[in-house]
């Protein structure tokens, strides 16, 4: 429809229009400062998590090389997130799309993703315990997965090696935090899942600023790409935190780790709520934690602006356990 003369048509012609230029929030009450904590509110995307980026982008790449066809069916495997960006993505484009997660997922999670029209496969978890999902848990959704995919020659997303992934923060991401910031970012830092936020987005800021330090967020106790032992396998940073260095990983763009527990990511995920106003997931937490600990031990100069990711809505997950919280 033409828009009417003389008025601004700001009209969305769907939810995909409403993926990404999120906005970037200075966190100045918990951090007065020197330097600035400032992170960019990925729970606003329509399906409240960074995942819509990656979804849209590695779903359009596949329509436009052939590769999914219209019509098809899509399947993956997801922890949530991806699969609530998916559901988004193939709702609106008119893919039926079959999602196996681990149970040890939040139940919010499957709620989210089968209100937009997906099928949700909890898969029973293998060492793990629910909110705390482990590589072998993972390895148990993606057989089944793998399954279907087999039966049914449905198009397989597959995030963990899929290039649009990560391609999608280059291309976006990292774009928006440059232009967002004045082209100001001395650090930036994210928790690693499939590792496209981090590979894609730190690509692209060292691209513009060579002297920009990038950090891994990672739980205590699961750090593989500190190259220590795993000694911590289940944590509460779900999507987060495997127990393996990602194929999507790159270490050119990293410049350190960081590590943070579970007590540490709850505090500030409460902290962001309660002086922030914003209600966001444990990795968000722990990204803010970890920007606190840089700022603190030296690791970066004192007045340095750290950009990191709010990564999605405290309402994916069921409440902490009480003993955390104290």
């Known amino acids: ?10 009209i969305k012609s769907s939810a995909l229009d409403l993926i ?16 600035r904590i400032l992170a ?40 949530g997130n991806q699969g609530c960006g998916l559901a988004v993505v193939c709702s609106v484009l008119g893919h039926p799309l079959t999602l196996t997660m681990s149970k040890g997922n939040s139940v919010q999670r499957a709620i989210h993703m089968e209100a937009l029209g997906a099928k949700c496969i909890r898969v029973p978890q293998v060492e793990g315990t629910y909110g705390n999902v482990t ?3 993972v390895q148990a959704v993606e057989e089944v997965g793998l399954k279907i995919v087999e039966e049914t020659k449905a198009f397989y997303v597959n995030q963990f090696n899929n290039e649009g992934n990560s ?16 082209q100001h970012v001395d650090v930036f830092l994210a928790t690693v899942g499939t590792a496209g ?9 060292k691209e513009k600023n060579p002297k920009l330090l990038s950090f891994v967020v990672e739980p205590a106790g699961s750090e593989p790409i500190k190259g220590e032992p795993i000694t911590k396998p289940l944590h509460l940073l779900q999507g987060s935190g495997y127990g393996c260095v990602p194929n999507l990983f790159k270490f050119d763009f990293i410049d350190g780790t960081v590590s943070v527990t ?28 970890a920007a606190m600990k840089l700022l603190e031990s030296g690791r970066v100069p004192k007045d340095s602006w750290i950009v990191t990711t709010l990564n999605d809505t405290g309402l994916k997950y069921t409440p902490v356990p009480e003993e955390l919280t104290h």
């Open 40 to 79: 960019k509110c990925e729970f606003m995307n329509p399906g409240a998590s960074i995942k819509c980026r990656s979804s849209l982008h590695m779903i359009r790449k596949a329509k436009e090389s052939g590769e999914l066809k219209p019509g098809q069916p899509v399947i993956e495997v997801t922890s």
């Open 20 to 35: 990404g230029n999120t906005p970037i929030v200075a966190l100045d009450r918990i951090y007065p400062g020197p330097g």
């Open 167 to 182: 391609e999608s923060h280059y291309l976006t991401t990292g774009p928006e935090i440059w232009k967002q910031t004045g």
């Open 197 to 205: 936020t981090f590979a894609g987005t730190s690509k692209y800021l």
């Open 262 to 289: 579970d007590e540490e990511a709850v505090k500030y995920k409460q902290l962001i709520g309660e002086k922030e106003g914003l209600y966001v997931g444990y990795t968000s937490g722990a990204n803010v934690a």
């Open 1 to 10: 429809m033409a828009p009417v003369d003389g008025v601004d048509n700001e």
């Open 135 to 137: 590589l072998a848990d």
